[in-house]
Nanobody
Framework: QLQLVESGGGLVQPGGSLRLSCAAS????????IAWFRQAPGKEREGVSC????????DYADSVKGRFAISRDYAKNAVYLQMNSLKPEDTAVYYC???????????????????WGQGTQVTVSS
């Protein structure tokens, strides 16, 4: 079974940057759509970004457009979320998720994703 591991979270000041990584062992991520979700305390899970198998389809939540960028590294079997100009409201646990089914464009509908990582905490605070 596909296992996803997130890394790269931490404490950063407002305006700072972090790069989250989503990696898998034993299975290639090439055939999976990958998405990033986040959940802050007391709030619903939010789809942040997604990328298709080929990388030619990406999508972002309005709240992160222009600040976050998702990318794939097929050689390293990883997907990254580069987060710039971070705001306190970006504080949350960030999860990556994978979907094996072909769907055309990627989506951030959480119910379409079958495999989830354990999450990595991102805290934006001065």
């Amino acid at each position: 079974q596909l296992q996803l591991v997130e890394s790269g979270g931490g404490l950063v000041q407002p305006g700072g940057s972090l790069r989250l990584s989503c990696a898998a062992s034993r299975f290639t991520l090439d055939y999976y759509y990958i998405a990033w979700f986040r959940q802050a305390p007391g709030k619903e899970r939010e789809g942040v970004s997604c990328v298709s198998r080929s990388g030619d389809s990406t999508d972002y939540a309005d709240s992160v457009k222009g600040r976050f960028a998702i990318s794939r590294d097929y050689a390293k079997n990883a997907v990254y979320l580069q987060m710039n100009s971070l705001k306190p409201e970006d504080t949350a646990v960030y999860y990556c998720a994978a979907d094996h089914n072909w769907r055309g464009n990627c989506s951030t509908r959480y119910y379409e994703y079958d495999y989830w990582g354990q999450g990595t905490q991102v805290t934006v605070s001065s």
